[in-house]
């Protein structure tokens, strides 16, 4: 198969096969742009496609932000949580109490906050700052 392929890039139309090309895929004998040109930005974009490919093997395309047009609104919104220690101000100054409906008389208790859509929106936002490429 690279037989072929080595055939295809010495080939121009107007000299015929086994001549040489310069950078810009011209041919050294007759000046035209052949074929052989053609063939080497191909294998060249080729090439550039499977390096890119290799280097993005680990990634995926994302908005850089999140907005409540590209859905992540409704994706997000809500859908974290934070652990929070509380301490029960009823058991904590009159004594525990173990009918307490707050805590159960253990005056701490821990409860769940929703952590806001705009500090999800800060914290992508730094993600995409810090961890995105430009290329």
Do not use: H
Not at 38 to 65: C, H, N, S, W, Y
């Amino acid at each position: 198969m690279q037989q072929k392929s080595d055939e295809i890039k010495t080939f121009c139309a107007e000299c015929g096969p086994n001549v040489s090309f310069d950078e810009d895929g011209c041919c050294m004998s007759c000046g035209s742009l052949c074929i052989g040109g053609g063939v080497k930005f191909i294998e060249d974009l080729r090439v550039q496609v499977e390096e890119l490919r290799e280097k993005m093997a680990d990634k995926i395309l994302m908005p850089t932000a999140l907005t409540a047009e590209n859905g992540a609104k409704n994706i997000f919104n809500g859908e974290f949580k934070i652990d929070v220690k509380m301490t029960c101000s009823a058991c904590y100054f009159d004594g525990p109490q173990s009918e307490c409906e707050v805590c159960g008389g253990s005056v701490e208790y821990t409860e769940k906050r929703t952590i806001e859509w705009t500090t999800i929106k800060e914290i992508y936002a730094m993600a995409v700052e810090r961890l995105g490429e430009t290329t």
